[in-house]
């Protein structure tokens, strides 16, 4: 098994895919400009769409955690793929502000009126096998399955 | 309030494939001992007493000792702080993408 595998098995993904009505390049733009990131995720801090580059964005604090989030883009297809590498948090935090390194990956492609745009946040480090699951109380598959409800689409 | 440390303890004990192997072998079975643990496991019963020890101080087993023998079973509530955590992430991405779609409607109507 290569490490991309491993890396793989060991880990939840987030998934979000939804249609929009607009043009790829539209969304494209709204995606990667820094001025236009700041209205709707976080102003960036040092971003430029160029890979290699860091940057940071601010969010809540949480404990030791000052809420800065460690960027590094690693991929820039313009107009269909562009990820980044988003790292955060401290050890001394539990759920919420808790150490992070995680990768999030926007895919976009043209449909009939518009573009799908998919979002994976993945990296998560969680029991992936389904057996992990099993044999334990209703309470907790209920939560499971709200999880996978709100994940989304989940690959196995 | 979820106990403290365990989102770290918990990571770091099922970041190691065998002991995430032994992880699993305890939650498909309602109760299972040290010794059925090891048979088929390629390690000694020494290396699997180890990961029991790191599972049940990540709070994700417990023991019930019956005689001469020990239980180990999966405590669900164990996992808990993980979930909470993604789920956090789960409902930030549902709520950007809401606000992407404003925005696009927005500056290109």
């Known amino acids: 098994m290569n490490a991309a595998a491993q890396l793989k098995s060991d880990t939840q993904d987030i998934v979000v895919e939804e249609v929009f009505p607009h043009a790829p390049e539209k969304i494209w733009k709204v995606l990667t400009s820094g001025e236009l990131m700041g209205r709707w995720i976080m102003a960036p801090t040092g971003f430029e769409p160029v890979e290699g580059k860091h940057f940071t964005m601010k969010t809540t604090a949480a404990g030791a955690w000052d809420g800065t989030i460690r960027c590094q883009v690693l991929e820039v297809k313009p107009n269909e793929r562009f990820v980044y590498a988003w790292k955060g948090g401290h050890e001394g935090n539990v759920g919420y502000g808790a150490p992070l390194d995680t990768v999030v990956t926007w895919t976009l492609s043209r449909v009939g009126n518009g573009t799908r745009l998919r979002l994976v946040h993945s990296g998560f480090v969680l029991p992936k096998n389904e057996t992990a699951f099993r044999g334990m109380s209703d309470g907790w598959k209920k939560v499971v399955r709200n999880i996978d409800g709100i994940a989304g689409e989940q690959e196995h | ?109």
């Open chain 2, 1 to 109: 309030m979820i106990e403290a440390a365990s989102i770290n303890a918990v990571m770091r004990t099922l970041a190691d494939p065998t002991r995430r192997a032994v992880f699993e072998r305890i939650v498909s079975s309602d109760e299972i001992t040290v010794i059925e643990l090891t048979r088929g496991s390629g390690v000694t019963q020494g290396a699997i007493s180890q990961h029991l020890k790191s599972l049940k101080q990540a709070g994700l087993v417990a023991e019930r000792a019956q005689g001469r023998n020990v239980f180990y079973r999966a405590e669900p509530e164990g996992l808990a702080p993980l979930v909470d955590w993604m789920s956090h992430y789960a409902v930030f991405w549902r709520e950007r993408f809401a606000d992407l779609r404003n925005l696009l409607k927005e500056i290109d109507p």
